[in-house]
């Protein structure tokens, strides 16, 4: 995460959690960064010299103005005077874990070689948080590569219950054994 980032998500959070805003500019922040992802080059516009700083806002007035809280508004124009805008997705990263960490929710990436239906998903779920002790947010995609199984990173910890980590395994166990 850019220095960026840090600084101005925290900033941000920090506003909307006093005044018990920080759900609602999240769930904006989400929103205005799927649309940045969608549309990269309305970063680029925003961010062009070309065109007068004053319209540059104005645009953004236009897109966001009715659509989200005039904190993330002016949160978006800031970003856009200083050309950090490309920052945007860091700073969305960056609030939405000072978010997870203060309402006891955590992230996990999950791997699996086969589509989980979502009884699965629910299972895997409810013994994660057991894990962790925190509510548990899923973000599972689908490798075959991994041939069987699934591999689970969550809070800076990896667990490998794939058929290629169980080979790798044997293989790194037996190159010791003959070395």
Known sequence: MTNT??????????LAASEDLSEMIMEEMEAVQGLF???PDYIRL???PSIPKKERLGLLDQAFGDAVHPYLLSFLKILT???LLRDFRAC???YRGLYNEAHGITEASVVSAVDLDPQRQEKLRKRLEEMSGKKVILNVRTNP???????????????DGTVR????DL??????TVL
């Open 5 to 14: 980032g840090s600084l101005y998500g925290k900033s941000l959070y920090d």
């Open 165 to 168: 980590g169980r080979l790798s």
């Open 145 to 159: 590569q991994i041939l069987g199984g699934i591999r689970v990173e969550m809070e800076g910890k990896l667990y």
């Open 37 to 39: 992802t969608e549309n």
């Open 92 to 94: 969305e990263k960056c």
């Open 46 to 48: 925003l961010l062009e």
């Open 171 to 176: 293989r790194r166990r037996l190159d010791e």
């Open 81 to 83: 005077e200083r050309g």
